[in-house]
């Protein structure tokens, strides 16, 4: 019995350490999901500001604002 109890508890272990190690694993993924969304959403807003920089250059250009 007590060679049984054992077992079961060894397996309890293993099975333990395999689901941690899975969260570990899609902790991992989704932080890196994350700094990815990031890094594109840091070079999209960096587009659409050169953009309108560009625009607003444009006007000025347009209007003879520009120095």
């Known amino acids: 019995m007590a060679d049984n ?3 079961m ?3 309890a272990g ?9 969260a570990s ?3 991992d993924k989704a932080s890196n ?3 990815s ?5 840091q070079q ?9 920089q560009g625009a607003a250059d444009a006007v000025k250009d347009a ?3 520009k120095n």
Do not use: H
Request: aromatic share 2%; hydrophobic share 30%.
């Open 9 to 11: 508890s060894y397996q």
């Open 33 to 35: 999901a994350a700094q």
């Open 63 to 65: 209007t003879g604002m």
């Open 44 to 52: 999209t807003c960096q587009q659409v500001k050169e953009k309108a």
């Open 14 to 22: 293993e099975a333990k350490g395999q689901a941690q190690e899975k």
């Open 25 to 27: 694993n899609m902790m």
């Open 37 to 41: 969304a990031k890094e594109s959403m």
């Open 5 to 7: 109890s054992q077992k």
